[in-house]
């Protein structure tokens, strides 16, 4: 293969890969306005929770397998209308399928207690 040759082939793989990683990895600015749907059940333990915090039933918190604990998210149930803000400190959900698992105080605002499960959607708004 001439250096030339080899040369944009080198160029084009590098530049292929530059594209698929940017499509794949937002940047900061746009995974805050980015939203995102599925499946949140709701939770009311007691015990401490992976961030360390005793969980609070009561407040507007929610688990999320990877967000950074303190990130809040504005949390919005489709079915009704309803919207929340809650704060990411703990893990979890760990049911496939489930993107958010939320407090009972969450849930109950968001008019899903008696369900259990519902489809929400949500975008990070700050951390």
Known sequence: MHTKTRSVCLFLTLFTAQALFSSV????AHAESKESCGRASWYA???KTASGERMDPSKLTA???KLRFGTRLEV??????????VRINDRG??????VLDLSKAAA????????????VCFRIIGS
């Open 25 to 28: 990895t937002p940047s900061p």
């Open 45 to 47: 333990l007691t015990s």
């Open 63 to 65: 688990a999320h397998r």
């Open 76 to 85: 919005k149930n489709p079915k009704n209308g309803r919207s929340i803000v």
């Open 93 to 98: 959900p760990f049911i496939n399928g489930r």
């Open 108 to 119: 109950h605002e968001l008019g899903f207690i008696r369900a259990g499960v519902t489809k």
